[in-house]
C-alpha cells in the first residue's frame, strides 16, 4: 500500500549532523518540530505557544528534504512514517475509506510521530481534472478529511511534513494544511564544501585534498549530485586497477586502491552533471 516505511526514532540512523549545510532550516525545523515534540509541557502553557501540525519542505530535487524529514524526526524522538503522494493519486482503487481510516488510527496510536508525505504536490485535486479516476478522487478526499481529524486532536504529538519540488502546483486545500514552509535550496560553494566533507568523510584521499577548488568547480550541484559525482570518482581507482589486472601488471598488490585525488571529480563531472537547471 501507500505506506513505505515506518521506522522508530532510535533506527532511523540520520541525525542533524550527517546533513551538510542548510543550517537555517535544521534550526528552524528543531525549534518549531523537535523541541515541542521532545518537551510538550513547555508548549502547554498559554496561547501563544502551539506546537505546529503541519510543515512544508519545497525546493529543487535532491536537496535532501527527505534526508531533514528523517533527521527530524531522529532529532525529536518520533516515529517515522514516509508516503508518497503520487502513490495515492496512482492505480490504487482499494478500499480507500477503510485505508485511510486505519493509516490515521495506526499514526496516531505511533504518537509522537512525523507523517513525511513526499510528492505532496500530488494530493491536490485540481490536476486530476476531469479524466481523474473517481476512486483516486474519493482516495484523496478521505486522506484529505482523515488528516484534517488528525490536526484536530490538539494534545498529540503528530506533525505532517510534506515535500514537494514543485510548489507552484500546490493548491489551497495543501497550502491550508502545512501552514509552516520552509525553502530548502540549492546549496552554495561553501554549503558544497561541507556536503562533501560529509560524502568523503571515510574515503581514502590524498593528502591536502583540495576541498575548496572541487566546492568551486561544482557549481548548480545539488547535495544529491554530488554523492553521485563521488559515487563516480570513487570507480576510477576501482577500474584502473581492474584494467593493470587484465594487462597482467599490479597483481600482488591488486587489493590496494590507490587514493581519490581531484582530478577523478573533475574528469566524473563529464558523467555526472547537476540534475537541477533552476533553483525555484
Ligand atoms: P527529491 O526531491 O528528489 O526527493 P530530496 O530533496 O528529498 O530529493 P534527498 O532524497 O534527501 O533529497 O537527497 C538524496 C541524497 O543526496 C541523500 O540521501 C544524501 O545522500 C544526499 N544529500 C542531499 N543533500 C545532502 C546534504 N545537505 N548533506 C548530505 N547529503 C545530502
Not at 60 to 89: D, Q, R, V, Y
Request: with cysteine; glycine share 8%; hydrophobic share 40%.
Amino acid at each position: 500500500n501507500f505506506i513505505s516505511s515506518v521506522v522508530p526514532p532510535d533506527e532511523i540512523g540520520v541525525k542533524f549532523d550527517d546533513i551538510g549545510a542548510l543550517e537555517d532550516v535544521k534550526r528552524t525545523l528543531d525549534e518549531l518540530v523537535a523541541l515541542p515534540m521532545r518537551r510538550p509541557e513547555l508548549f502547554s502553557h498559554g496561547n501563544l505557544l502551539r506546537p505546529c501540525k503541519g510543515v512544508l519542505l519545497f525546493g529543487p530535487p535532491g536537496t535532501g528534504k527527505t534526508l531533514l524529514a528523517k533527521a527530524l524526526a531522529t532529532e525529536a524522538g518520533a516515529n517515522f512514517i514516509s508516503i508518497t503522494g503520487s502513490s495515492l493519486t496512482s492505480k490504487w482503487f482499494g478500499d480507500a475509506e477503510k485505508l485511510t481510516k486505519a493509516l490515521f488510527s495506526f499514526a496516531s496510536r505511533l504518537a509522537p510521530v512525523i507523517i513525511f508525505v513526499d510528492e505532496v504536490d500530488s494530493l491536490l485535486g485540481a490536476r486530476g481534472g476531469a479524466l481523474e479516476h473517481e476512486a483516486t478522487r474519493k482516495m484523496r478526499n478521505e486522506f484529505m478529511a482523515a488528516w484534517d481529524g488528525l490536526r484536530s486532536k490538539e494534545n498529540q504529538r503528530i506533525l505532517i511534513l510534506g515535500a514537494t519540488n514543485r510548489p507552484f502546483d500546490l493548491d489551497d486545500a495543501v497550502i491550508r494544511r502545512l501552514p509552516r514552509r520552509i525553502y530548502v535550496g540549492l546549496p552554495d560553494a561553501e554549503n558544497r564544501r561541507k556536503i562533501l566533507k560529509i560524502l568523503l568523510a571515510k574515503e581514502n584521499l590524498e593528502a591536502d585534498f583540495k576541498f575548496d577548488e572541487l566546492a568551486n568547480a561544482t557549481e548548480g550541484y545539488s547535495g544529491s549530485d554530488l554523492k553521485n559525482l563521488c559515487i563516480a570518482s570513487a570507480y576510477r581507482p576501482v577500474q584502473e586497477l581492474i584494467e593493470e589486472e587484465k594487462k597482467g601488471r599490479g597483481s600482488g598488490s591488486s587489493s590496494h586502491l590507490r587514493p581519490l585525488v581531484l582530478d577523478d571529480f573533475i574528469q566524473a563531472k563529464a558523467k555526472v552533471s547537476p540534475s537541477v537547471s533552476y533553483n525555484a
